[in-house]
């Protein structure tokens, strides 16, 4: 079974960092895109960040300069680091990853984490 668990949300200051993990299991992680969404209350649900199997990172204007991305493949673990965190950043954060097997792809979400900060 493919699962991501996401870790690390909580509450935060604005101006202030919190550093997201997402574990993964049941795929070949090292073949795998990756990503991170957020969905505040009321909006949809948008890409923060992702990062492809060869490294390449993509991010929201809204996020640049300020949160990164990154993947440790030896942990199957990808991470997004906030930093400068403002009050528009409280959301649910959730972990995204998909895989393509020829012309088949597979798609699984975590669970997602709240992040809050207060101005």
């Known amino acids: 079974q493919v699962r991501l668990v996401e870790s690390g949300g909580g509450s935060v200051q604005a101006g202030g960092s919190l550093r997201l993990s997402c574990a993964a299991s049941?795929?070949?992680?090292?073949?795998?895109?990756m990503a991170w969404y957020r969905q505040a209350p009321g909006n949809e649900r948008e890409l923060v960040a992702s990062v492809s199997s060869g490294g390449d990172t993509n991010y929201a204007d809204s996020v640049k300069g300020r949160f990164t991305i990154s993947r440790d493949d030896n942990k199957n673990t990808v991470y997004l680091e906030m930093t400068t965190l403002k009050p528009e950043d409280t959301a649910v954060y959730y972990c995204y990853s998909r895989r393509q097997y020829g012309m088949d792809v597979r798609v699984t979400w975590g669970q997602g984490t709240q992040v809050t900060v207060s101005s």
């Open positions: 049941g795929i070949a992680f090292r073949f795998t895109h």
